[in-house]
């Protein structure tokens, strides 16, 4: 069965309430009723909006309240509201005639009348409409105090949150300070209606009668109130105090009436909580810093106990104290490099760096190694001794240098730069050196290792495919370069037959070159077309794992390589 959208009427001839589901619970009876209303022009009263209802019949054959299509808006006409929300706007509707609701707001407007400031002549109970234009709505109380307009709305049952809006809207919006009296509220309840009403104040002050006060109007307000627990952990608790309308705050932006301002209580607390934050984070930095250097004290202590072994033992491993290393702090590296001050350290007898004096010693390949790996050591590389030779050069004096591409690829991942004296140095290695082949390759690496600076981390990869650079470099050269090879198709035979599985990038390199018909016009015998046929049928795996290192070094001869393709 469909519910009655309006369930009560007033009869203002009579003064009686009209309940449409008992009046109308006899349909003989309820059209002998709507006759004898018509016949004897019997207004009867919207109890909410107090425009005129009718009588009429639904699609369902039942009779009903029901506004005029030209009547002005109310609650009860509105066609988006659910049978729950009717049901419960017509229970506020009766709640109003019960004699809980009676007693309060007739004591609302009695206790007014005592106190101080109220206009009394303002004073209306239940009997005062509000109109605006074409609303009008009618509080349980209604005053003016120190010229502020204050209506009191009674809340018995639950109320729809539309409902609640309605009210706040209306009154807001015309100036006039609404404050529920909520009877039954329970601050930590967690009913529809507890919920709406408390979200809906963002003060969240929550007003009952106090009902001791004889000589003046005095409510008993719950409020939350902010607060820091030992953890300085923001937390609310919730009081309840008696106050007077002396005591509240008339917010004239928001039209909110409050004794206690959540918002600004809270900004404070916070605000508190804050500076209480920064003290403890101040102590706990000033705790932990104190631990931390106590912390690398012992770290750095630890690690200078090694290097002095590794001085005096040079064959001992070194592998997990540079993994130690590199999980040292800003700190940790801070306070060691202070200790050991190798960057400018000097041999007081010779005056040769600290670098130099350990190169040229040879005494001590491990641990000169575990300085130049160590990158969180600081020393200078680049430094020149009195006759201006570098650290690289001193490497390259002796015949015999043990670990000399060691420690080669260390200068370098520490920051070697090349210099023109080492260049000149190395060219006349190059013509004077026994091995000249082997002099001009260590002279290409050298060159590869300094054109890989700022991406060390592929220094190592060099020596793994060094043929195949040194076959890229004669090729971008145009000279050969690395091997002792005639020509170009001795260099194409040697590299598709030795290094096939690099050949992608040789391959491409010529014809970046404009080489590679070249080469194909001067191989007379034949020898290199048929090692490519034969290289093709193969079809080869391609060994991209160095792609990016020969990207480096030869960006222009590698765009045409893509590893995603092959």
């Given at each position: 069965m469909h519910e009655r959208s309006i369930k009560y009427g007033l009869n203002k001839i009579t003064g009686e309430q009209l309940d449409a589901d008992e009046i109308f619970s006899n349909t003989k009876e309820a059209f002998a009723l709507k006759k004898q209303f018509i016949t004897e022009r019997?207004?009867?009263?919207?109890?909410?909006?107090?425009?005129?209802?009718?009588?009429?019949?639904?699609?369902?054959?039942?009779?009903?309240?029901?506004?005029?299509?030209?009547?002005?808006?109310?609650?009860?006409?509105?066609?988006?509201?659910?049978?729950?929300?009717?049901?419960?706007?017509?229970?506020i509707i009766a709640a109003k005639e019960s004699p809980r609701h009676k007693y309060l707001k007739n004591r609302i407007g009695s206790l007014a009348l005592k106190t101080p400031d109220v206009d009394t002549e303002s004073v209306q109970i239940d009997d005062k409409f509000i109109i605006v234009g074409s609303e009008k709505r009618r509080p349980d109380v209604y005053f003016s105090y120190k010229g502020y307009q204050i209506a009191f709305e009674i809340q018995l049952s639950a109320l729809p949150l539309k409902y609640i809006l309605d009210r706040h809207n209306f009154y807001t919006k015309n100036g006039i300070y609404l404050i529920w009296i909520l009877d039954d509220f329970n601050v930590h309840g967690q009913t529809q209606t507890e919920r709406d009403i408390k979200y809906l104040d963002s003060h969240q002050n929550f007003f009952k009668l106090d009902e001791l006060s004889?000589?003046?109007?005095?409510?008993?307000?719950?409020?939350?109130?902010?607060?820091?627990?030992?953890?300085?952990?923001?937390?609310?608790?919730?009081?309840?105090?008696?106050?007077?309308?002396?005591?509240?705050?008339?917010?004239?932006?928001?039209?909110?009436?409050?004794?206690?301002?959540?918002?600004?209580?809270?900004?404070?607390?916070?605000?508190?909580?804050?500076?209480?934050?920064?003290?403890?984070?101040?102590?706990?930095?000033?705790e932990i810093r104190k631990r931390e250097l106590e912390t690398a004290e012992a770290e750095v202590d630890d690690m200078i106990t090694?290097?002095?072994?590794?001085?005096?033992?040079?064959?001992?491993?070194?592998?997990?104290?540079?993994?130690?290393?590199?999980?040292?702090?800003?700190?940790?590296?801070?306070?060691?490099?202070?200790?050991?001050?190798?960057?400018?350290?000097?041999?007081?007898?010779?005056?040769?760096?600290?670098?130099?004096?350990?190169?040229?010693?040879?005494?001590?390949?491990?641990?000169?190694?575990?300085?130049?790996?160590?990158?969180?050591?600081?020393?200078?590389?680049?430094?020149?001794?009195?006759?201006?030779?570098?650290?690289?050069?001193?490497v390259f004096q002796s015949e015999y240098y043990a670990y000399r591409e060691i420690v080669v690829k260390s200068l370098f991942k520490g920051g070697y730069e090349l210099t023109t004296s080492d260049k000149a140095f190395f060219e006349r290695q190059i013509t004077t050196s026994t091995n000249q082949l082997e002099a001009e390759r260590q002279y290409l690496r050298i060159q590869f290792y300094e054109r890989l600076k700022g991406r060390s981390y592929y220094i190592d990869d060099v020596t793994n495919i060094d043929r195949v650079i040194y076959t890229l470099q004669s090729i971008h050269d145009n000279k050969i370069q690395g091997f002792n090879l005639k020509n170009f198709v001795a260099l194409t035979n040697n590299a598709i037959e030795y290094y096939p599985k690099h050949w992608v990038y040789i391959e491409n390199a010529l014809k970046v070159k404009c080489l590679w018909d070249i080469v194909i016009s001067s191989d007379k015998k034949m020898s290199f077309q048929k090692k490519l046929a034969k290289h093709k049928s193969l079809n080869i795996d391609y060994d991209f794992s160095n792609h990016w290192m020969i990207n480096i070094l030869f960006p222009e001869l590698t765009k045409e390589v893509n590893p995603n393709i092959f």
């Open positions: 019997q207004v009867i009263h919207c109890r909410e909006c107090d425009q005129e209802l009718f009588i009429t019949t639904s699609k369902y054959d039942r009779l009903h309240f029901r506004h005029s299509p030209q009547s002005n808006l109310c609650i009860l006409k509105q066609n988006n509201l659910s049978s729950e929300e009717f049901e419960a706007i017509n229970k004889e000589d003046t109007l005095q409510f008993l307000c719950d409020f939350k109130k902010p607060f820091l627990n030992f953890e300085n952990e923001l937390r609310y608790k919730w009081i309840q105090k008696p106050v007077t309308l002396e005591q509240l705050t008339f917010d004239p932006n928001t039209r909110k009436a409050y004794y206690f301002d959540l918002e600004k209580n809270t900004k404070s607390e916070v605000a508190r909580q804050q500076k209480i934050a920064k003290k403890i984070k101040q102590r706990q930095k000033i090694f290097m002095r072994y590794l001085y005096k033992n040079d064959h001992l491993p070194f592998k997990k104290e540079l993994s130690r290393l590199v999980h040292f702090n800003e700190q940790q590296i801070r306070l060691l490099n202070k200790k050991l001050s190798f960057k400018n350290m000097h041999n007081p007898e010779t005056g040769r760096p600290f670098i130099i004096e350990m190169i040229t010693s040879q005494t001590r390949p491990n641990f000169l190694q575990f300085i130049l790996r160590a990158s969180q050591i600081e020393k200078d590389v680049n430094v020149l001794d009195r006759e201006g030779l570098s650290a690289l050069q001193h």
